[in-house]
């Protein structure tokens, strides 16, 4: 099992296009590098690849990846697409999906009904079979590769809050990803407000975790003057502090990798405490390109 990670910051991409944050400036003057928005693909044989999350961003990311190329007049080694919610950031790049080449697109029956509620993604051709997954069922995301999709805490898209939001929701609108060749087995998880003590025991057998790194800290967003909300109020937990996720996931005896990485997040600085802290702990940082073989 090989993973491509496709883009490793989290929606609005490093830099985010207007953002004049540290990282954000740093990242224009090539100081850092950048990002692009969250997407991991994975292949057994390098020939068929599956895409976890479409963002705004894949046309380039296919592009800066050779062996997603066409191989002949009209092709994609994209066979599968699989989504963990329906944020814009994981669900937009559908749209660049669209010219009449087939592949499967798999989400809860929760998650295609917001696709189907926006009439946009009627875009999409015939040619795209549209697959319902149920939670803590398996299904072949490839040939050769099975996967499970389980509930997580989290939230509704943005663009389907209400006044009252829930943030710790459980349910099909925000899922984690378990993939396994047989041999070895991987979890995706980009999008998760808290770690429980079910989650745990999902993550028992993992050799790898893709997880949510959006924010350092609870309050980044508010303390950087970026924003107004928590991260727990945008469905992320933190990765620092001891309610966060180096914290809450280091009885996880698996190699693990923080994915899907706010632009504001100070561990993008190489320098930083942070990203040294974080490498204290164990965990790697994704950065877009990096592969992963298991
Ligand atoms: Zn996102
Ligand atoms: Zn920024």
Known sequence: MRFLVLGAAAGGGLPQWNCGCRNCRDARLGRIA?????????????????????????????????????????????RA?????????????????REQSPFTLFATAGLLDVLEANPVFNALPAAVGRHPVRLSEGFELLPGLQATVFAVPGKVPLFMEDRQVQTDLMGDQTVGVRLSDGAKTAYYIPGCSGVSAELLEILADADHIFFDGTLWHDQEMIQSGTGTKTGQRMGHISISGPEGSIAGL?????????????????????????????????????????????
């Open 34 to 78: 950048s990002a692009t928005q969250s997407s991991l693909a994975v292949t057994l044989d390098g020939q068929n690849w599956a895409v976890l999350n479409t963002s705004p961003d894949i046309r380039v990311q296919l592009q800066n990846c050779p062996s997603m190329h066409p191989q002949s007049l009209r092709h994609s080694p994209l």
């Open 250 to 294: 280091r009885s996880v005896d698996a190699a693990k990798t923080f994915i899907h990485i706010n632009n504001t997040n100070p561990v993008w600085q190489p320098g930083s405490a942070q990203h040294a802290e974080v490498l204290a702990a164990g965990w790697t940082i994704a950065a877009d390109g990096m592969e992963i073989a298991l």
């Open 81 to 97: 697409v699989l989504l963990t919610n329906g944020d814009i950031d994981h669900i937009a790049g559908l749209l660049s999906l």
